[in-house]
T-cell receptor, first 113, second 113 residues
Framework: GNSVTQMEGPVTLSEEAFLTINCTYT??????LFWYVQYPGEGLQLLLK?????DKGSNKGFEATYRKETTSFHLEKGSVQVSDSAVYFC????????????FGDGTTLTVKP | NAGVTQTPKFQVLKTGQSMTLQCAQDMNHEYMSWYRQDPGMGLRLIHYSVGAGITDQGEVPNGYNVSRSTTEDFPLRLLSAAPSQTSVYFC????????????FGSGTRLTVV
């Protein structure tokens, strides 16, 4: 079956540091890939997505590139802020009519001032 | 647009009681899902639906029932609550197909005593 593996957290950074959260996947065919963010006490929000190989998704200073050769979709941000503290989930949707989704376990990011 | 609306936000049940968690979306999304989120276990899929009248089981369906009589509504029923069902429950919806991300509700925090 499909699976998504994220780097284990928690991750603690100082403000303005560079962020990388690793995500690798296993899937048949060509899935779409997503990053979601969950702030405390809230539901998940879609952060960015990429639907084919070499696509780069970006939003709010975050970026991730769909790497088919390494089956990866690592999340990056050049300069994190305290307000970026949240849990980040990597996910895929399989290449079928319904596009069933699989989520990673989430990575907790804390940014200290 | 209201998006995905979940009610109630908080609920305390006694063991053996039954209840229904409500979920409604106003985006005409075909695909709807219920997840539970527990500490250290990420999101686990309970049930999902690809359209009115069609439902299917996820990875942790035991103890839960769903129905989908309309496109908008996807209630989750707990048949006989158990302490193991203490969790945060999220409803999510999206269009069919692999290229679309989910819109999540804000969650229902359920405690079974």
């Amino acid at each position: 079956g499909n699976s998504v593996t994220q780097m284990e957290g928690p991750v603690t950074l100082s403000e303005e540091a560079f962020l990388t959260i690793n995500c690798t996947y296993t899937a048949t065919g060509y899935p779409s890939l997503f990053w979601y963010v969950q702030y405390p006490g809230e539901g998940l929000q879609l952060l960015l997505k990429a639907t084919k190989a070499d696509d780069k998704g970006s939003n709010k200073g975050f970026e991730a590139t769909y790497r088919k050769e390494t089956t990866s979709f690592h999340l990056e941000k050049g300069s994190v802020q305290v307000s970026d503290s949240a849990v980040y989930f990597c996910a895929l949707s399989e290449n079928t009519n319904a596009g069933k989704s699989t989520f990673g376990d989430g990575t907790t990011l804390t940014v200290k001032p | 647009n209201a998006g995905v609306t979940q009610t109630p936000k908080f609920q305390v049940l006694k063991t053996g009681q039954s209840m229904t968690l409500q979920c409604a979306q106003d985006m005409n999304h075909e695909y709807m899902s219920w997840y539970r989120q527990d500490p250290g276990m990420g999101l686990r899929l309970i049930h999902y639906s690809v359209g009115a009248g069609i439902t299917d089981q996820g990875e942790v369906p035991n103890g839960y029932n769903v129905s989908r009589s309309t496109t908008e509504d996807f209630p989750l029923r707990l048949l006989s609550a158990a302490p193991s069902q203490t969790s945060v429950y999220f409803c999510a919806s999206r269009p069919l197909g692999r290229d679309y991300g989910y819109t999540f509700g804000s969650g229902t925090r359920l405690t079974v005593v």
